[in-house]
């Protein structure tokens, strides 16, 4: 009987501690299993933060970029002052990368989501030129033409710094200048352009050696039109002549001649403000056109041939290219800027062909149907025709679009709450988004 009852005890001993091993194996699964549960919980609960902070950040990308047709910077509170919007904080910074483009860069944070977009937009304004040379059909530029910018607001360009950038032939003062095609551009040697040289679409910038830009050469995804205003209509007055040694003087008003001739030697001033419109526009050996626009601005209309002779000059005198605005309306006549030329203002030959010569020096804006610039020619763009010194833009358009790179102090910290992270001692402090764009406006001046 001992002998059996040891027996009995031992397999219930055995059964025991296979139990024990089974119950143990489960529990290690069993917390193993749990593990796995909350590292896939914990990795979904991050997806979706990441998707909801992306999410944020593209939405105050776009709400800064709507900005700034308020006259905005683009800057939408800060990170240490983030906007409070639904479960998560976000701010824009703006910086401006030219006359009219904007990088913007928005940090949105959604519970453990950290999302850094970048955006650059380009403000659209009413301008009277968005382009220093802008022609329908195909532009040549000759050996050493020089296409470059400057701000008016700072003086005139001879008074302005010049810099010779790296690569470039020639100094230049601002690198805002935007040569514009809807063909082909095609540059000889030496060519200086400070901005971009844009082709049309499915065109391309043909260049020659040491062809120098700063910008960009990536052809257009649209093409572009060359809108100028109505001639105006007015009384016709006939033939105007300015003869003798004595200078002649056309005081400011609105006047309609047939024809306006400069005999040999003459002078003939031209006063602003004033609205000329000529049926045709001639200039003899030594004669002298000065456009003064000192008291006020001058448009001429000229609606039929032209012609500049080689040994005339022609001068205008106006604190900026908005001030002097030249239109050619003729689809027939040929326009060949042949004279000695020191010209502040735009000229717009939507319909017909434009020949620049060396002698000329224009400090504003050029567009026609085609454009030749001769060989040493110098167009130096006058970014005031962009707009006026506070003017809003009336729309932007988005040109490039990417992730960023975090904040360096959020890239290297504990993913906390957004709250905890920044610092933020109270939620109910902090600016919504309808406050942070009052603030941005109020910042701006307006």
Not at 97 to 104: A, F, T
Not at 117 to 125: D, G
Request: one cysteine or more; a negative charge.
């Amino acid at each position: 009987m001992r002998i059996v009852a040891r027996s009995v005890s031992c397999r219930r001993g055995s059964a025991l501690l296979t139990t024990l091993v089974l119950l143990t194996t489960l529990l290690v699964m069993t917390v193993a299993f749990a593990s796995v549960g909350v590292r896939w919980t914990d990795e979904q609960t991050a997806g979706v933060d990441d998707a909801r902070s992306f999410a944020l950040a593209e939405g105050g990308a776009y709400e800064a970029a709507h900005s700034l047709m308020q006259g905005t910077s683009g800057d939408l509170a800060s990170q240490g002052d983030p906007v409070r919007h639904g479960e998560g904080l976000f701010w824009v910074e703006g910086e401006d990368i030219g006359p009219l483009r904007v990088r913007l860069r928005s940090t949105g944070l959604v519970g453990k989501g950290r999302t850094t977009v970048e955006m650059v937009v380009e403000k659209r304004y009413d301008s009277i030129a968005r382009f220093a040379l802008f022609s329908d059909e195909p532009m040549l530029l000759g050996s050493n033409t020089l296409v470059d910018s400057f701000d008016p607001t700072f003086g005139a360009y001879g008074a302005q710094t010049q810099v010779k950038p790296p690569g470039s032939s020639q100094p230049m003062v601002d690198q805002n200048a935007i040569v514009m095609c809807n063909s082909d551009i095609l540059a000889a040697s030496q060519v200086v352009i400070g901005g971009d040289s844009v082709a049309g679409p499915g065109h391309s910038t043909i260049t020659s050696s040491n062809f120098s830009v700063s910008g960009s050469t990536d052809p257009s995804k649209e093409e572009f039109t060359n809108e100028i205003p109505d001639t105006p209509v007015l009384p016709n007055l006939g033939t105007y002549v300015a003869s003798g040694s004595n200078e002649r003087v056309i005081t400011a008003g609105s006047y309609h001649y047939s024809s306006l001739k400069i005999n040999n030697q003459a002078e003939l001033r031209v006063e602003g403000p004033m609205t000329l419109v000529l049926d045709s526009l001639e200039t003899s050996p030594g004669s002298v056109l000065t456009l003064d626009a000192t008291n006020g601005p001058i448009e001429l209309f000229v609606t039929g041939p032209v012609l500049l002779d080689n040994n005339s000059d022609v001068f205008s005198t106006a604190d900026s290219a908005r001030d002097v605005l030249i239109y050619f309306t003729s689809e027939e006549d040929d326009i060949v800027l042949d004279s000695n030329a020191s010209f502040v203002g735009a000229i717009f030959a939507p319909y017909t062909s434009v020949k620049v010569s060396s002698n000329w020096e224009i400090f504003g804006a050029l567009g026609a149907k085609a454009i030749a610039m001769d060989s040493n020619s110098q167009l130096h763009f006058d970014e005031s025709l962009l707009r006026l010194p506070g003017e809003k833009p009336i729309g932007v358009q988005r040109i490039w679009w990417g992730g960023g790179g975090l904040p360096e102090a959020l890239a290297a910290g504990e993913r906390t709450s957004p709250q905890r992270q920044l610092g933020i001692a109270d939620l109910d402090d902090l600016p919504t988004l309808d406050e942070a764009i009052e603030q941005a406006i109020t910042d701006a001046g307006f």
